[in-house]
């Protein structure tokens, strides 16, 4: 499918979301509307794509990051005009075709796509229009069938007739065209609008049926059988509904797959997350983005997982681990944060209130207690005492902590970097180290106690103690 290119219509500003970023935006499980729709095309083979950005174009073109092409609709005349902007974009891939989807609409499975495509190919077809039957057909573009069957146009709500308004076929604003006669019918979407007599400027892609049927060539309607793929949002209710649907069937997907989840309650998984069979994921447990989870692993309850690589065996029970890697036969929790660039260990161990940002943590190695470790390179099997910090921030820089193999961190150890611990040493409790420790050496850095022997028998006594 190399020479065929996509284009998504995503100019609008979808007011009834009343927020201050574009509709497609929006995110269902945490991910734009407009990702799941990029991602649907690209699965499908369609790697050229251009987007039609109008409401703020910029927050767009910021989250893409280039990654494809844009035009921009300065004012919003429907989603024809929109197709109109793409103009040039289109002309550079004839012959061949062009896939057109709705930015809003995020739950088109690039399945649909190829079966669509297919569909078209053998149809012989310039126009194939991807239909669904839904329960409500509310305010979408209706199949319009003739008595054989066959596409006759689309008509949206307002210029629906009372029959047409029950037809519950409807539009799901995916289509394949020819490329080139998809722009010949431009013009004569243009010429529709006109004839309507219709005040408002809206030149409707929809309309583009009709256009090509007159010339005499094919515009099929391809009936993708499940009403969800046609769901688009338009406010944040409807939103939520999308997103009710969504994590139903992506738990459903990893329930067959092999994931355990005895209570969906507050579990929500990206579609983009992965997970290996015997994993358990409890409630409220949030896995976000590109995740990975092996096999075998307790997650939750209560968990946050983004952007992170977790291996099999590993249980993490309220634990927020952020763009980070947690190797095989980790236990960690409760109440752990891993923050970005932080590697732990294969069977490492992290206990209550324990935090690491950006640092590695070697195999094996233990902080069972209360214990922040930061721009930290730590060895295997060490072992942390309660009450551990390292102090990798001067209020100006940070720097780095190096602590040895098997190391031993004695409780209430502030290690004040940069600063290292050589391999087997140990530290005191209480100690604040500011120098290098060798290996296998002892490092005590507190005052040294001091015992005054019958002291209270000899102060004076206080006010309160008879
Ligand atoms: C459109 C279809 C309707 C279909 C429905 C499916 C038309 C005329 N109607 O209606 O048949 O059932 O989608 O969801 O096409 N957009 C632009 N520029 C514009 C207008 C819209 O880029 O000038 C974009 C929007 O940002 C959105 C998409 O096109 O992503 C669809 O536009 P929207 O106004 O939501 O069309 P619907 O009324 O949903
Ligand atoms: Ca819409």
Known sequence: MSSNCAVILAAGQGTRMKSSKPK??????????????????????????????????????????????????AELLGTGHAIMQAKDFIKEHIPGNVLV???????????????????????????TVISAKVADPFGYGRIIRSRDGKLKKIVEEKEATQTEKIVNEVNSGAYWFSSSVLLES???????????????????????????????????????????????????????????????????????????????????????????????ILPGTIIKGKSVIGANCDIGPNSIIEDSVIGDNVSLNSVQCYSAEIKNGAHMGPFVRVRPGSVIGEGVKVGNFVEFKNSVIGDHTSVAHLTYIGDSDVGSGVNFGCGCATANYDGKSKARTRVGNNAFIGCDTCLVAPVQVGDNAYTAAGSVITEDVPDNALAIARSKESVKKDWVKKKKPYRWQK
């Open 186 to 280: 431009l013009e004569g979407i243009i010429e529709k609008h006109d004839k309507k007599n219709d005040k408002a400027i809206e030149y409707h892609l929809t309309d583009a049926v009709e256009v090509i049927l007159e010339k005499g060539l094919n515009a099929v309607a391809y009936d993708a059988s499940s009403p969800d793929i046609v769901l688009g949002a338009n406010d944040r209710v409807q939103l939520q509904l999308l997103n009710d649907i969504a994590r139903r069937n992506i738990l459903k997907k990893h329930m067959l797959n092999g994931v355990s989840i005895p209570c969906a309650d507050g579990v929500i998984i990206s579609p983009d997350a992965k997970i290996k069979a015997d994993t358990e």
């Open 24 to 73: 497609v935006l929006a995110e269902v499980l945490f991910k734009p509307m407009i990702d799941w729709v990029t991602d649907a095309a690209v699965n499908a083979g369609v790697e050229d794509i251009c987007l039609v950005t109008g409401f703020k174009h910029e927050m767009i073109d910021e989250h893409f990051g280039g990654r494809f092409k844009t035009v921009e609709q």
């Open 101 to 127: 989807l709705n930015g809003d609409a995020p739950l088109i499975p690039a399945e649909t796509l190829k079966a669509a495509f297919d569909f078209h190919m053998a149809g012989n077809n310039a126009a």
